[in-house]
């Protein structure tokens, strides 16, 4: 039983890991591309999973080497230094925690890749003291907090309610099947006891009607209930991260209250989740083949289910942020409907239009005072 719960754990940081440097190697260089950017600080909360006794390896080496090749890339490529912070949150007096701490400083000696921060505190001071951190800091600054629920035991509702401000983008990062196989079969031993406690954390999510409580829901419907959740009735936008077209053991969460970091968040997803993560240790480079080719998207029937009731532009690109869809993948798919005949556009006084009109999808026209257009699918009118 020992080795089957070790093998178990190791599982869980190889999922993570691989998953966390498949998505720092892509989102790294959208944020440093960014102008508005003056810092990016990276906070990583109780990740003392996989941690050997010498606080060699584990999920915080795997953020330090994604800042460090940041860091290379940005001197290879003679761009101007975006300042990087890396910040441990642990609990009060652990020694593995102590241990990863003073072996990231000793390789930061060597590459001097970014400022290092160690905070001991517990796990119900921890969100506290973070969300009065961000207060103080400027706008220009960006922050995201890296955070495996099943190393702590801080409650779901509890962090979200002190995360929902703009300063913050919040990866989540969740061993779902093993979470679903769990719901649907609660009395069996679970993978990790402390699964069993997350799960129960993540059913205080929702009200006890809820069809996330049926045992029917196949994976795909338990990852989509808990995407729907953790939106908090709209004052976040998610975005799920899998690694693979199929749903594989584990998945990234991703949050954000600003619309625009969720885009970016989007472009760093391997296109139409078509590309496996990486083994751990087998880093992707900053422009692989999976960023520079475009990708063309045929399938209309995600957008489709937007448009079976009539929408403006700003609510057809906010909508597709939450389903997953980049405003390029958005106007090709409106642009495909057009062409078939499918599709209706009228302008604000209900004039109907021939064209789409340029740039209506996207956060510039999302932010602007009224809509721009409307949008209805011709077999709803």
Known sequence: MKKQLKNKGAQHLQHKMALYESFLFRYLPQLSSLSFITRLNLFDLFSLHGLNRHGTQGTPFVIFNALHKQRQ????????????????????AEPLANGAFEALQQANLLSNSCRLNHWSVSAGEALKKLALH?????????????????????????????????????????????????????????????????????????PAEHPYFSDEITVQDFCRYLKEAFRLEGRFYTALETGGEELSEAALLCLSADAFMME???????PAQANAAPPAGQQLGFFSSSMEEPVSYTDTSTLEALLSKKVDNKQLYEEGLQAGLLPARVMEGLQSLLEKGQLEIVDEKGKRLPTIPPNCIGFTAFKAGKPGCYFNLKENI
């Open 134 to 206: 961000l207060q103080k800091m400027p706008a220009s600054e960006k922050n995201l907090l890296f955070f495996d629920l099943a190393d702590s035991s801080v409650k779901i509702p509890d962090a979200l309610r002190l995360l929902t401000g703009k300063k913050i983008e919040v990866i989540f990062f969740l061993p779902v099947k093993a979470l679903w196989q769990l719901h649907l079969h609660p009395h069996k031993d679970s993978p990790l006891p402390a699964y069993r406690s997350l799960k129960q954390s993540l059913d205080q999510l929702f």
């Open 73 to 92: 890339h940005q001197l290879k490529q003679q761009q101007s230094l975006r300042p990087l912070t890396l910040t441990l949150l642990s609990p009060p």
């Open 264 to 270: 970016k968040m989007l472009q760093a997803f391997p």
